[in-house]
């Protein structure tokens, strides 16, 4: 691959049609402004043109169905409870108001969704909640739909973000990193029409203080931009007073970081897991079992090998940022719907490149088509939700008698996984573990784990947790260490669960 030091190829004279040169002349910035606004594609292709308009819409539409189901990610519990706390409290801040366990400062880094969470269960309840999944969808799709268009061909276009969900698609769970996706793609495109024309998109810092608000990947549209920053100066493609304008964005991105309601502290939340990452199975390098996995290696396969074959010079912009895709995909698993975010617009504009190089403009049709069947997509799931997800498919809801019984600030020794929902259904009860990591010492994270292994040394857990009460997997092998050795007695139960009561 070779560094393309012009500022873009030569355009020739506008033509009764669009064409396009190779992978990376699919920009809008490339071509005439009038030419891309009225002129008509002359290729039949393989479908109608009525159909292709159709594609980007009736993707979107699928994306969206397929992920209406009821609520079932442990976090979500939780992120409701924060939500109603903040709305009682307004406090951003402070001790943690429901483990004992919990020795770091609690900051509501992603209060934004929060309250809308919260908001929505108040009003519409469990199935107004789990619409919220098919509201995610559908902006992440429509955002990949505005990023990559303007590079590619409704084919392409459709081709990449039908690909980019499955790359996503185990991360697609009811929580606010659903934002950080839909940023992600807009964050990349931004950058890529600041690579080309130099301008600086300066509604950048206003959404960054939002993303701020709403998830702790924030702080990867800051990185976009720096290494966008850093392709741009490679590229020799703007004077040095231009590149400093353009520098400024990420700049003024961070100091809006700061000013959120948790205040300047929000730039260290990035680092708050990293001591805890070891512990958790998202934050475990991704596996070739993983079918989100799989997707985004064939976007990264696809950009690459067209690349490595294509004869048109390839921006260090794009090389870099395909490169820190790369970086973020192979770094957890938790990560590799970010990496997917990134690529999606070059691996656009690359697979154009392998098509004819008619590609229609953006009509009205297609607009419609596409907000049509998306808001279609959104009106079933309402239909389905609530006859389907009125009840939570996670946490031991047949156990919930017993808990709400156990006296107010009872402390329970809990499964991981269950330790959100306990903190939203029984808030009577002090769980020792919930999916909050941050806010548990490094120490207290791996105690619990060789705890619910019954590891060596399990029974000092019980003494440093001093917990009356233990609800656990059924099949966990401290189960039959606790009543075996510690004389702990089954109280109740489940299908799931049981509920154990220490010795008197």
Same mark, same amino acid.
């Given at each position: 691959?070779?560094?393309?030091?012009?500022?873009?190829?030569?355009?020739?004279?506008?033509?009764?049609?669009?064409?396009?040169?190779?992978?990376?002349?699919?920009?809008?910035?490339?071509q005439?402004?009038?030419?891309?606004?009225?002129?008509?594609?002359?290729?039949?292709?393989?479908?109608?043109?009525?159909?292709?308009?159709?594609?980007?819409?009736?993707v979107?539409?699928?994306?969206?169905?397929?992920?209406?189901?009821?609520?079932?990610?442990?976090d979500?519990?939780?992120?409701?409870?924060?939500?109603?706390?903040?709305?009682r409290?307004?406090?951003?801040?402070?001790?943690?108001?429901?483990?004992t366990?919990?020795?770091?400062?609690?900051?509501?880094h992603?209060?934004?969704?929060?309250?809308?969470?919260?908001?929505?269960?108040?009003?519409?309840?469990?199935?107004?909640?789990?619409?919220?999944?098919p509201?995610g969808?559908?902006?992440?799709g429509?955002?990949?739909?505005?990023?990559?268009?303007?590079?590619?061909?409704?084919?392409?276009?459709?081709?990449?973000?039908?690909?980019?969900?499955?790359?996503?698609?185990?991360?697609?769970?009811?929580?606010?990193?659903?934002?950080?996706?839909?940023?992600?793609?807009?964050?990349t495109?931004?950058?890529?029409?600041?690579a080309?024309?130099?301008?600086?998109?300066?509604?950048? #810092?206003?959404?960054?203080?939002?993303?701020?608000c709403?998830?702790?990947?924030?702080?990867?549209?800051?990185?976009?931009?720096?290494?966008?920053?850093?392709?741009?100066?490679?590229?020799r493609?703007?004077?040095?007073?231009?590149? $400093?304008?353009?520098?400024?964005?990420?700049?003024?991105?961070?100091?809006?970081?700061?000013?959120?309601?948790?205040?300047?502290?929000?730039?260290?939340?990035?680092?708050? #897991?990293?001591?805890?990452?070891?512990?958790i199975?998202e934050?475990?390098?991704?596996?070739?079992?993983?079918?989100?996995?799989?997707?985004?290696?064939?976007?990264?396969?696809?950009?690459?090998?067209?690349?490595?074959?294509?004869?048109?010079? #390839?921006?260090?912009?794009?090389?870099?940022?395909?490169?820190?895709?790369?970086?973020?995909?192979?770094?957890?698993?938790?990560?590799?719907?970010?990496?997917?975010?990134?690529?999606?617009?070059?691996?656009?504009?690359?697979?154009?490149?392998?098509?004819?190089?008619?590609?229609?403009?953006?009509?009205r049709?297609?607009v419609?088509?596409t907000?049509?069947?998306?808001? $279609?997509?959104?009106?079933v799931?309402?239909?389905?939700?609530?006859?389907?997800?009125?009840?939570?498919?996670?946490?031991?809801?047949?156990?919930?008698?017993?808990?709400?019984?156990?006296?107010?600030?009872?402390?329970?020794?809990n499964?991981?996984?269950?330790?959100?929902?306990?903190?939203?259904?029984?808030?009577?009860?002090?769980?020792?573990?919930?999916?909050?990591?941050?806010?548990?010492?490094?120490?207290?994270?791996?105690?619990?784990?060789?705890?619910?292994?019954?590891?060596?040394?399990?029974?000092?857990?019980?003494?440093s947790?001093?917990?009356?009460?233990?609800?656990?997997?059924?099949?966990?092998?401290?189960?039959?260490?606790?009543?075996?050795?510690?004389?702990?007695?089954?109280?109740?139960?489940?299908?799931?669960?049981?509920?154990?009561?220490?010795?008197?």
């Open positions: 691959m070779t560094s393309d030091r012009r500022g873009g190829a030569p355009t020739a004279e506008p033509r009764a049609r669009t064409t396009v040169g190779g992978p990376h002349d699919g920009d809008p910035q490339a005439p402004a009038a030419l891309v606004r009225t002129a008509e594609p002359t290729r039949r292709g393989l479908l109608p043109l009525g159909v292709r308009q159709g594609l980007p819409g009736l979107i539409l699928v994306a969206v169905v397929l992920v209406a189901r009821p609520v079932g990610d442990p979500t519990f939780w992120h409701l409870a924060a939500g109603d706390y903040l709305r409290t307004w406090t951003f801040d402070g001790a943690d108001p429901w483990s366990m919990s020795t770091q400062p609690w900051r509501l992603e209060w934004l969704p929060e309250l809308l969470m919260s908001a929505v269960q108040q009003l519409l309840g469990l199935p107004g909640v789990a619409w919220l999944l509201l969808a559908a902006a992440i429509l955002t990949l739909w505005r990023a990559t268009r303007p590079r590619a061909s409704l084919l392409a276009s459709a081709a990449v973000t039908s690909v980019t969900f499955v790359a996503m698609s185990q991360s697609l769970s009811l929580r606010p990193h659903l934002l950080s996706f839909a940023l992600a793609v807009a964050f495109a931004a950058w890529l029409r600041s080309r024309d130099g301008r600086p998109r300066w509604w950048l #810092v206003p959404v960054t203080w939002l993303w701020a709403s998830h702790g990947m924030w702080f990867f549209g800051v990185a976009i931009g720096v290494v966008a920053l850093l392709g741009i100066a490679l590229d493609v703007v004077g040095l007073r231009r590149w $400093l304008r353009l520098a400024a964005v990420p700049l003024a991105s961070l100091a809006a970081a700061a000013l959120t309601p948790t205040g300047p502290s929000l730039l260290l939340s990035p680092f708050a #897991v990293n001591e805890t990452t070891q512990y199975e934050w475990m390098p991704p596996s070739l079992h993983q079918p989100g996995f799989l997707g985004f290696l064939a976007l990264a396969a696809t950009v690459v090998l067209v690349w490595a074959r294509s004869r048109h010079p #390839v921006r260090w912009t794009e090389v870099l940022l395909v490169g820190l895709a790369i970086g973020l995909a192979l770094l957890y698993a938790r990560t590799v719907a970010m990496g997917a975010a990134v690529i999606a617009p070059v691996a656009a504009g690359t697979v154009q490149g392998l098509l004819p190089p008619d590609r229609e403009p953006v009509s049709r297609e419609r088509l907000l049509g069947l998306t808001a $279609l997509g959104l009106v799931a309402a239909l389905v939700l609530p006859a389907r997800a009125a009840v939570p498919t996670w946490g031991a809801r047949d156990l919930d008698a017993p808990l709400s019984a156990l006296p107010a600030g009872t402390v329970l020794c499964d991981y996984g269950v330790g959100g929902w306990l903190i939203w259904a029984h808030p009577n009860v002090r769980p020792t573990i919930d999916g909050r990591v941050e806010v548990y010492a490094t120490g207290h994270v791996k105690e619990h784990i060789d705890f619910e292994r019954a590891a060596p040394g399990w029974q000092s857990y019980l003494a947790t001093h917990c009356t009460y233990a609800l656990l997997g059924k099949d966990q092998p401290v189960v039959e260490a606790l009543t075996a050795q510690a004389q702990w007695t089954v109280a109740q139960r489940g299908s799931q669960y049981v509920l154990l009561r220490a010795p008197r």
